[in-house]
């Protein structure tokens, strides 16, 4: 399980100083999947990054099941991430020099993973394997970024925007991989999305406004991809 305790995050100094969390208390379960829903400059994607270990919290505790990781030093905090978290963003962020398979094996290496080609073809690319980025589309560029991250087998995705870049029928097909995959492998997904309707495919809802948590709620009817409004 993950817990935040008190977490706060503030940029800047003095007069320009911005506190974008203030005072943050939000669990996910392990297996679960979470969508954190706000406005612009609500501070979803700064939660993200503290959550995820990418950025240190000014104060407050980051709990992976009991472990405070803001008491790790750096190369610690990175050993962990590199053992139990992955991350999607909007951009793709792939090697426009290294095919699909290199890409993809790129995070497969950093867990040691020789089974890498079966997430390839669980998103539905095993017949794309020596294509480069710019050979593909859109929405098979992200799923490169997901089975790169997958490949790592991580215990935690996190995800900003996932489908920010992709038209709603590429939009669609990604999140219907992701969920499958979530429920064939039993990872976490903590995303941080605009698309309100995608929350109908969460667990859990955590809803932001102005650096702090307005609510959470749970979803009593999980909708698949394709049952969602876009």
């Known amino acids: 399980m993950i817990e935040a305790k008190g977490i706060f995050k503030t940029y800047g100094k003095g007069e320009s100083a911005v506190e974008v ?21 609500s501070g979803k994607s700064t939660l993200l ?26 190369k610690e905090v990175t050993a962990f991430r590199r053992e139990n978290v992955g991350f999607v963003f909007q951009q793709y962020y792939l090697l426009p020099n290294m095919t699909v398979d290199k890409n993809v094996r790129m995070g497969a290496d950093l867990a040691q993973n020789k089974d890498y080609k079966e997430i390839i073809e669980a998103v539905g690319l095993a017949d794309k394997l020596r294509k480069y980025p710019a050979e593909l589309s859109g929405g098979e560029q992200q799923r490169v970024a997901i089975a790169r991250a997958l490949a790592k087998k991580p215990k935690f995705l996190f995800c900003d925007e996932p489908t920010g870049a992709l038209d709603e029928e590429t939009g669609r097909l990604t999140l219907d991989f992701m969920s499958n995959l979530q429920r064939q492998y039993g990872f976490s997904i903590i995303m941080v999305t ?10 859990t809802v955590i809803r932001m406004n102005s650096g702090r948590v307005i609510s959470v ?8 991809a394709y049952e969602i409004e876009w």
């Open 194 to 203: 605009h698309n309100a309707n995608i929350a109908r495919m969460a667990d």
């Open 217 to 224: 709620e749970k979803n009593a009817d999980v909708k698949s």
């Open 49 to 74: 990054n503290v959550i995820s270990g990418l950025e240190r919290p000014d104060k407050g505790q980051m709990l992976y099941d009991g472990m405070d990781i803001c008491t790790l030093k750096d």
């Open 21 to 41: 969390l203030k005072g943050i208390d939000v669990s996910v379960s392990d297996g679960e999947f979470s969508v954190i829903l706000g406005a612009s400059g």
